[in-house]
């Protein structure tokens, strides 16, 4: 009879593993172990990684350095160093008067990612700076945000200062809109027209020392202006008066052809129906 003794294994082999960016000492693979040996497991994450846990025969582990007694259960086992990626958050927003590019809106971004975001400034705005976290950083329309950290990143933009459009005229006429100074809008258009007095004929604009015949005009505000309504005066003409009449004869009251007028030196000889008369006069007194 033979007689055999059974012996317990001294050594068991483990795999080490790595789920993520990073690595672990002992490094990947299968290892053997001596039974009862007390062993020290180390994750290290890789750059923007950071480790998590330990994952060992359906528990987890959150010490790191892990040290564990190697004992027969763990005989075939594996034990996973889990990594997970650093990530911070980006506030994007931004003040009435414009947007961004992105959007505004909170994004989630790796541990040291940059990322450019652009003003887009509304009509009638411009854009004026950056704030991040709260402190003006940047007038540039663009900017990058390295993520180091969570940050806000605010757009802030101001309203285009309004342009003017002073009117004026020069005797003679005025003007709709009336004499005076005008607020508008960058990149708006004013009309204006120049209406003549009495005797009066307009002439042209003077437009920021321009000379513009058109009427009316329109102004395009890109910038203060100056706008002179120029008017020019027209003589009247001159004034005539008209004398005439019918000679008759008193008695029978008939007319009298052939007849001879005179008014202080002028004279006309009556027609056959006894008419005369004196035309162009310079308007005063005469004796007939």
Known sequence: TALFAVTSPTTISMTLATVGGGSVSPSTGPHTFNLGDLVTFTATPASGYAFDHWMFDGASYAANPLMLTIDLSMNGKTLTAVFTAITYALAISASSGGSTSPVPSTYTLPQGQTQQ?????????????????GVNISTTNTYAVTMNANHALNAVFTPI?????????????????????????QGQSAQVTALHETNYRFTSWSLDGASRPENPITVYMDQNHMLQAI????????????IAGTVFDSINSQPIPAATVTMDGYADITETNGAYAFISLTPQKYTL
Do not use: M, Q, R
């Open 117 to 133: 975001v652009a003003a887009l400034p509304s009509t009638g705005h411009l854009f004026d700076h950056w704030e991040l976290d």
């Open 161 to 185: 200062p309004p342009v003017t459009l002073t009117i004026s005229a020069t005797p003679g006429g005025a003007t709709n809109p009336s004499v005076g100074t005008y607020p508008y809008a």
């Open 231 to 242: 008017f020019e005066y027209v003589p009247p003409p001159p004034v005539t008066a008209t």
